[in-house]
């Protein structure tokens, strides 16, 4: 797998915000190759959750291609889908159907973190309902995320229960694989949100509930993070390894918290290092050729 060079994905990213921004949700964006779409995933009242969809242009959608969800960071409390567009960008131009999602938070929204897991649960419950027109394989759909917004991908994978009310629990909003970013994996005092789930501390802490079947996870995190204590991740994966599951933790020496960020450094180096990784566990679990 190739990453494509510092320039190119400088006039990615520019291109692909100003899409963003300046596009209505049914206006196709193409960009180098691959096209954007928005549609809306879920509506709860009078709260309209969109997802950012990409994908190759042209390509045949008689054959399924795998996909994946990503979640935005923020605390629960506020954020961007646009977090994460650089990384759709490139997994559509590998052949993934790439997506970031919308998710209520505490700004916007009124909400808790609680509310922030049943639409992470609800954006991959429905990519498998729609597979077929969207031309997705519904056995290779993924999650991934970034701080909070790697929880919300974490929380789908590993905690059970806490769906929306009244969705179509037949269809599994368990991913086949994660990929984390410096996500917040403990919401307990040893790890980061305690306060916001008082009294709730361990309901959706992944650490907490750690058992066998879990998917494959790769999760990328700075040792020197002081939001997100690199610990929390290091005991996620004994645990998932001690319970039969995958489990590989990328440690990036002295980086901090949201190194992962396109252009955080300011060679980009974090960023592509995470991308080259990212593409290898794909390849190693079949997801990408």
Same mark, same amino acid.
């Given at each position: ?26 206006? @196709? ?25 990409? @994908? ?45 999602? @919308? ?81 917040? %994996? ?61 489990? @590989? ?37 079949? %997801?990408?050729?």
């Amino acid at each position: 797998m190739s990453v494509r060079t510092l320039s190119s994905w400088l006039v990615a990213g520019t291109l692909a915000c100003l899409g963003t921004t300046a596009a209505p949700a049914a206006k @196709e964006v193409k960009t180098m190759g691959v096209v954007k779409h928005v549609e809306v995933y879920k509506t709860v009242g009078d709260v309209q959750l969109r997802i950012h969809i990409y @994908e190759k242009e042209g390509r045949d959608k008689s054959q399924p291609a795998p996909a994946i969800v990503f979640f935005f960071g923020g605390g629960w409390v506020g954020g961007s889908p646009g977090q994460f567009f650089n990384h759709c960008e490139h997994l559509a131009s590998e052949g993934m159907v790439a997506m970031s999602a @919308e998710y209520r938070v505490f700004k916007t929204h009124g909400t808790t973190p609680f509310e922030c897991v049943q639409d992470g649960k609800s954006a991959i419950r429905w990519v498998r309902a729609n597979a077929e027109r969207l031309g997705v394989d519904p056995h290779r759909v993924l999650a991934g995320g970034g701080s909070a917004g790697g929880h919300v991908a974490a929380c789908t994978g590993v905690i059970e229960q806490h769906e929306e009310p009244g969705e179509d629990l037949t269809i599994s909003s368990v991913p086949d694989a994660m990929v984390l970013f410096n996500p917040v %994996i403990d919401t307990t005092e040893k790890g980061y949100g305690a306060t916001k789930v008082k009294g709730r501390e361990t309901e959706i802490s992944p650490c907490h509930h750690v058992r066998a079947g879990l998917p494959p996870t790769l999760i990328f995190h700075g040792t020197a993070d002081t939001t997100v204590p690199f610990e929390n991740v290091e005991r996620f994966r004994l645990l998932m390894r001690e319970a039969g599951n995958v489990c @590989e933790v990328m440690p990036f020496p002295g980086k901090a918290h949201g190194f992962f960020n396109w252009m955080r450094d300011p060679d980009n180096a974090s960023y592509l290092a995470t991308i080259k990784a990212m593409d290898e566990f794909l390849v190693q679990h079949k %997801i990408l050729p």
